[in-house]
């Protein structure tokens, strides 16, 4: 047909003249040319025929694929899903047809029949049929379905519109909570007959940068427009409707950041709906014309026109002021502001800013809101919400959008403008996988926000720069809000130790006016509680990222670096307490010392946060170096109140100064070859736990003399002020001193030195026993811990019969206490002090003893033990969530397990891994000791699979948590390998046992019964394998 087509349309395009010539002369030419055009229409007809079709299936083709794209985005529309497929089934049938068609063209192979000549007969049979004809019915319900297809996208797509714009429209109406008060009580809706006072006719609405202050100025602004035009007030039997003027401040527009703009365009917009004759409006004017101004200026007095304006105006006026805080010239406009507004009885404002000390001085007394994200959460994560559903990339997976939104919602945490940049970057993603990676961070835009920030630093005078830098990074760098004396304290102090005298320091500290004017936007001060916090997350996230903050800075802005930042905080807090005011000490109030609090409890959090530096590890090392030093600030640390610190806490401030001391020496030796640090850290060496222990007994000593009435306090021991909400002595419970206790045993356990630790807590025992004012009971906890070394040295008979002695002790001082108590005899210790319950303290040596006996095979007598110790606490009303609690059901549900009953223990044990995992972490030792409890009940139980999947988070955990190299790390592979053991898996479990006695053989030795355990699994298993072989 292609080689025809250009022969026929030759033919074609000079027929008419040729038939001009034959059609009068009756000669064979005449004959033969009729002929030819009698074939030429045939086939120009079996063409036009073919080009249809063609052209049917290629428009068929372009509008499926625009209807195919539309399938993405409506494909959970069941009318649009019903309507396609009709259509789909319609092209599908006119396909099948066509194709019919074209293989009627061709002969089957083996046909009688020429090829040639059928193929002739069925082009010949295109000549007496129309295409339109045979395919007008299929065509007709495919344009019908086109037609409908489309009518009905259109009718989806405003579907949406109309419900996106009522969502608006519901935001814009419901901004804020804050924002509903304020429109219920608004001006507009109350009596304008009414007396008026200061209190209904100024507002103040306040709160951090982004919160979303200016939409909130806006809505209020159209709700009152919106509510005057229908609303008419009865003013002195006159019918007026009240006016609207409002004005919004931008420090970086020079045409609205001064008050003159604020009157030019307030007294605009208040002329333009009435001109009050005879005003001095007027003569401002003409006189303005005498003197050829051409603009309103200062030397039109403001001030007065807008006095003499708003008095000679009948109507209620509402004036609505965004953004007060960027005015350059707040400090002087605003009270001339306020004592017009003042003099006007039918005049109401609201003002909306920042917390800054000139506007709260001018405001004080006034109604005022501040607007927090508790108040902004709901209708922004509401914005959020419809934000993503209209993204371009839809996310269909219900799942997948709630885990998007949490993650927006947190990220935002009222946060207008945080939300507004967000959604800005959202509509950029291209996949669902993109929009999970944009919510993981802040939005590119805010970095923007804060950098522009940093670069006005460089326009501020230097002293301003560097007092803004240090209230950033000590505000961000804190791991708590900061108390207003704690900070001025911290601005006061230097990182040179010599220039921290007492007198440097009082008169080096800031005044706070000037702190809450440089501290926006990243730091927000609440009033309320009179602490600096940061005022958004971003802020912090912003400063960690400093790979990003370098590339989005300004070359020449000045920078922050939080690594940097804690280097210096740590510094100037060791500088703090090393003070001898501070250490010598034998009263710390937080009046007298307000830094001491937060340099104790802090300073280690510092230090592991900081870039590696010589003089800091000095530092740090000669600290922790001296004994005295070291002892006194971890028993002020146990002492603090409000700020609770246990035990297991200190202990992990411990290792991780000690870890980061270790990792500078490393840094300093491969880069220097510096030996100067390494004698430093080499200096320092210290047995946190058994300086732990020598705290605990300082504590107890100083308690029995508190008891006793003698208080001698030494230097060791603090006391605090109980104004200041500081109790004077604390005393650690049993169990929390016992857990210490047990992390000692094992570490001497680990080296060998079970008859040395046997040594230390007896010549412990003897001391406290023989402190003046000791009691029975009061040395119980150190018999305790002996039990503890006498049971490592498998002496678990003499481990029992100690404990026992340590309940006889607890019980009879318990029942002393009831006895004293219910004769109603007081003893002389302050209330604020309360010493050791007794009664608690025996039912955790219950707990021991069940311990002991499930060791001895004795299951029932364990079981009776810690039945009777869980029942105890329950009794004295422990929550669930206590750790003694948890204790107790872990070692019950232990009890179980040896008892042969792991169905019974399993409950037991995944109640208390949910308790541990909620109230210490799922990375605490506890709690990994839970799961692997856990894991080998299963296991007894017979589900190996899923002990052997809780085996292998449980080692995953150990090596996180402690190395991979440590006891407990190198055990629980042992536990791994005998679970792939019992199922069958050889190869694998040699692989973890073989790993197990590597570490166990480098760590402990060849001949440690772990090691040796380990190495005879090794041998069973690869015996197995080679008979297997």
């Known amino acids: 047909m292609r080689v025809l087509t250009p022969f026929i349309s030759f033919i074609d395009r000079y027929s008419r003249a040729v038939d001009n010539l034959t059609q009068y002369a009756s000669n064979p030419a005449s004959l033969i040319w009729g002929c030819l055009r009698v074939l030429l229409r045939v086939a120009q007809s079996v063409n036009f025929y073919f080009e249809g079709l063609l052209r049917l299936i290629q428009n068929l083709g372009e509008r499926l694929s625009v209807f195919n794209r539309y399938e993405k985005h409506f494909s959970e529309i069941e009318d649009f899903k019903g309507a396609l497929s009709d259509t789909y089934m319609d092209a599908l049938v006119f396909l099948r047809q066509a194709r019919a068609v074209f293989v009627r063209l061709t002969a089957p192979s083996g046909s009688r029949v020429p090829v040639l000549l059928k193929s002739g007969m069925m082009w010949l049979g295109r000549a007496w049929q129309n295409f339109e004809t045979e395919f007008s019915d299929i065509t007709d319900r495919l344009s019908r379905r086109f037609d409908y297809l489309g009518h009905l996208v259109t009718f989806i797509h405003r579907d949406g519109l109309n419900v996106d ?15 509903q008060q304020i429109v219920k009580a608004s001006p507009a809706e109350q009596d304008d007959t009414s007396p008026q006072t200061d209190l209904n006719r100024v507002g103040w609405l306040y709160g951090n940068a982004g919160i979303g202050k200016t939409v909130m100025s806006a809505v209020i602004t159209e709700h009152l427009l919106k509510r005057l035009a229908t609303t008419v007030q009865h003013t002195n039997n006159i019918s007026t409707r009240g006016l609207v003027a409002y004005f919004f401040f931008d420090k970086s527009d020079v045409a609205k950041n001064t008050s003159l703009a604020m009157y030019r365009t307030l007294i605009y917009q208040l002329l333009s709906h009435s001109w009050p004759s005879g005003t001095t409006i007027e003569m401002a004017f003409q006189a303005a014309k005498i003197y050829g101004r051409m603009r309103f ?26 953004a007060l805080d960027e005015c350059q010239d707040i400090s002087e406009a605003l009270g001339p502001l306020i004592d017009t507004i003042r003099s006007v009885a039918n005049c109401r404002v609201l003002f909306l800013s920042r917390d800054m000390p000139p506007i709260r001085d001018a405001l004080s007394g006034l109604p005022s809101l501040r607007i927090a994200s508790e108040s902004t959460k709901s209708d922004v994560d509401m914005y959020l919400s419809t934000a993503v559903d209209q993204l371009d990339v839809p996310i269909s997976n219900t799942g997948l959008r709630d885990d998007i939104l949490s993650r927006l919602s947190r990220g935002a945490d009222g946060m207008f403008l945080w939300a507004h940049l967000m959604v800005q970057q959202l509509h950029t993603a291209t996949s669902p996988a993109d929009v999970m990676n944009m919510v993981a961070g802040p939005p590119a835009g805010l970095s923007a926000f804060y950098n522009h920030v940093l670069q006005g630093l460089d326009s501020e005078p230097k002293q301003w720069r560097d007092l803004k830098s240090n209230i950033i990074s000590r505000v961000l760098c804190s791991p708590r809000p900061l108390k207003w004396a704690e900070l001025q304290v911290s601005l006061s102090l230097e990182v040179r130790e010599e220039k921290n005298s007492q007198q440097a320091c009082l008169q080096r500290r800031p005044y706070q006016a000037l702190v809450l004017k440089l501290c926006q936007p990243f730091v927000e001060y609440h009033a309320e509680t009179d602490c600096f916090r940061p005022a958004h997350l971003s802020a912090i996230q912003f400063m960690s990222n400093r790979d990003e903050l370098e590339e989005t800075a300004t070359p020449g802005t000045r920078q922050l670096s939080l690594p940097a930042e804690h280097q210096k905080i740590a510094k100037l807090c060791l500088n703090y307490i090393n003070l001898n005011q501070v250490h010598d000490a034998s009263s710390v109030s937080a009046t007298t010392y307000p830094l001491e609090s937060y340099a104790t409890a802090y300073w280690c959090h510092h230090l592991v946060h900081a870039e590696p530096d010589t003089e800091l590890c000095t530092r740090a090392a000669r600290f922790l170096a001296s004994d005295e030093r070291r002892r006194v600030w971890l028993t002020r640390l146990l002492l603090r109140r409000g700020e609770p610190c246990t035990l297991q806490q200190v202990l992990v401030l411990l290792r991780q100064a000690r870890s980061w001391l270790q990792t500078v020496t490393k840094e300093e030796e491969q880069e220097d070859g510096d030996n100067d640090i390494r004698c430093q850290e080499k200096h320092c060496e210290f047995d946190e736990l058994q300086d732990m222990l020598e705290v605990l007994i300082r504590l107890d000593q100083e308690w029995l003399r508190t008891r006793s009435g003698t208080r001698e306090i030494v230097n060791s021991i ?14 650690v419970s049993t169990f929390d001193k016992t857990m210490v206790l047990r992390d000692l045993v094992r570490e001497y356990t680990m080296k060998g030195g079970q008859d040395e630790a046997v040594a230390l807590f007896k010549a412990a025992h003897l001391r406290l026993e023989n402190t003046p004012g000791a009691e029975p009971g009061d040395a119980a906890w150190l018999l305790n811990g002996l039990g503890l070394a006498l049971d490592m040295q498998n002496l678990t008979e003499l481990s029992i019969a100690t404990q026992k002695e340590a309940l006889e002790s607890q019980l009879a001082a318990a029942a002393a206490a009831a006895t004293t108590a219910a004769q109603g005899q007081h003893c002389h210790i302050p209330t604020t002090m309360p010493g050791p319950n007794h009664a608690l303290d025996s039912l955790h040596t219950m707990n021991e003893l069940g311990r002991l006996h499930r060791h001895l095979g004795q299951v029932a007598e364990s079981e009776a033990m810690h039945r009777r110790a869980l029942a105890g606490l329950r009794a004295a009303g422990l929550p669930s969530t206590d750790l003694q609690v948890i204790w107790t059901i872990n070692t019950l549900a232990r009890c179980l397990r040896r008892a042969g009953r792991p169905r019974e223990a399993i409950p037991l044990h995944a109640e208390a891994l949910a308790a541990r995992t909620t109230v210490l972490g799922a990375a605490h030792p506890f709690t990994l000791w839970s799961l692997s409890d856990l894991a080998k009940c299963h296991r007894d139980a017979g589900e190996l699979e899923t002990a052997r999947a809780l085996l292998e988070k449980h080692v995953r955990g150990r090596e996180e948590a402690l190395g991979v190299r440590h006891f407990d790390t190198l055990w629980a592979m042992g536990d791994l390998g005998l679970t792939c053991e019992m199922m069958g898996d050889l190869r694998e479990g040699l692989q973890w046992h073989e790993r197990a006695w590597e570490g166990q053989r480098g760590t402990l030795g060849e001949g440690h019964p772990a090691a040796v355990w380990s190495i005879e699994a090794v041998k069973r298993l690869r015996r197995s394998l080679d008979e297997d072989k």
Request: positive net charge; proline residues 4%; charged residues 25%.
């Open 165 to 179: 714009m009522k969502i608006q429209q519901q935001f814009r109406s419901e901004t804020t909570k804050a924002l």
């Open 297 to 322: 200026s200062r030397a039109d007095g403001p001030v007065s026109l807008l006095r003499d304006l708003l008095h000679g105006l009948d109507s209620p006026i509402y004036l609505v002021i965004d």
């Open 718 to 731: 603090q006391t605090r002020d109980a104004q200041e909400g500081v109790r004077m002595v604390k005393h």
